[in-house]
C-alpha cells in the first residue's frame, strides 16, 4: 500500500511524534489538532486521500527507508466531528522540505504484541508489575517485535472487554496476552471478559497451557484460562504470577508466530508430506 502526504512546516527528528490525518478537504493550512495559541498541536502528515487502515506496528518507509512507524490509531474531537488518525513515532527524518509531498509505502515487519496485566494493587501503583514484561521478553526472545506495549487494568471485566476490543479491532496488535485474573477468586474476572469479547476460540491452546501447568503443580488444573481470535488478532489468557506466565506461554510460543500469520491470511499450506 502507498500513499501520499504532505509534509508539516515542523522539522521532523527521529523519536518525535506526530499525526497522520487524512486531508481530503484540502484544509492543511487551517488544520492542528490539539493546539493551544501558547502551545503548538503536534506536527501533521496530511494524506491526500482516505486515512489508510494501519495496524499497530506497521512501518511507513520513503524512498530511502523506513521514516516512521504507527504507533496508536484513534480519532480527534473538533468542530462537532471525530477525526480519525495515527500516531506516528518517526524514525528518520525525511529527506524533503518542509511542505512537500512524499510517497510513503506501508510495510509490516515482526509481530505487534500488547501485553495486559490484570491487578487491582498494580492498576493503584501498589504492586510492581513483573508478569507484563516477561511475557514482553518471553515473546521478544522467540519473534521479532515491530512494537510492543504493556497496560495495567483492575480487575473489571467492562474495561478488559473495551481494552481487547479495541486493542484488536481498532489498533490491530497481532497479539493481545493478558496475564492475571484466571483463577477462582471473587475478582477473577478475566476469562468471562474475553469471551465476551472473542469470536473464535483456541482450544488447542487452552489444552497446551493446561497440560503444561499440570506437569509442574496440580493447581494448574484450577486455571480457567481462554484463547482465541477476534478480528486478525490473537488473544490468550495467562496466568498472574511470572512464573506461571513463563510455564504457559512457553506451551504455546512455538505456534504463536504460525498461528498469526493463517489468521492474516497466510495461503500456504500447514505442513508438507
Not at 487524512?22 to 501533521?44: E, H, I, W, Y
Request: aromatic share 4%.
Amino acid at each position: 500500500m502507498t500513499f501520499t502526504v504532505s509534509l508539516p512546516e515542523q522539522l521532523l527528528a527521529p523519536g518525535m511524534t506526530c499525526l497522520l490525518v487524512s486531508d481530503v478537504m484540502g484544509k492543511a493550512s487551517t488544520f492542528s489538532p490539539l493546539g493551544q495559541p501558547d502551545r503548538p498541536g503536534p506536527a501533521v502528515l496530511l494524506c491526500h486521500a482516505p486515512l489508510p487502515d494501519l495496524r499497530a506496528g506497521t512501518f511507513l518507509d520513503g524512498s530511502q527507508g523506513p521514516l516512521c512507524q504507527v504507533e496508536w490509531s484513534g480519532r480527534l474531537p473538533g468542530n462537532g466531528t471525530a477525526t480519525p488518525c495515527h500516531w506516528l513515532r518517526i524514525l528518520a527524518a525525511p529527506q524533503a522540505q518542509a511542505g512537500a509531498d512524499l510517497q510513503l509505502a506501508a510495510r509490516a515487519e515482526g509481530l505487534s504484541l500488547a501485553w495486559v496485566t490484570l491487578s487491582d494493587k498494580g492498576s493503584q501503583g501498589l504492586r510492581e508489575d513483573t508478569s507484563g514484561p516477561a511475557i514482553e521478553e518471553l515473546v521478544g526472545a522467540r519473534y521479532p517485535l515491530s512494537l510492543a506495549k504493556g497496560f495495567v487494568l483492575p480487575d473489571e471485566p467492562r474495561a478488559l472487554r473495551a481494552l481487547l476490543t479495541d486493542l484488536a479491532l481498532v489498533q490491530g496488535f497481532d497479539l493481545v496476552l493478558t496475564t492475571g485474573g484466571t483463577g477462582l477468586g471473587p475478582r477473577d474476572t478475566t476469562p468471562e471478559a474475553t469471551l465476551s469479547a472473542i469470536e473464535k476460540r483456541l482450544p488447542g491452546f487452552e489444552l497446551a497451557m493446561t497440560m503444561s501447568s499440570l506437569a509442574k503443580t496440580p493447581h494448574g488444573a484450577i486455571s480457567r484460562a481462554v484463547a482465541g481470535t477476534l478480528g486478525r488478532t490473537i488473544i490468550v489468557n495467562l496466568p498472574g504470577s511470572p512464573k506461571a506466565v513463563r510455564e504457559n506461554l512457553q506451551a504455546i510460543l512455538p505456534a504463536l508466530g504460525h498461528a498469526s500469520e493463517k489468521l492474516k491470511g497466510d495461503p500456504s499450506d500447514c505442513a508438507t508430506a
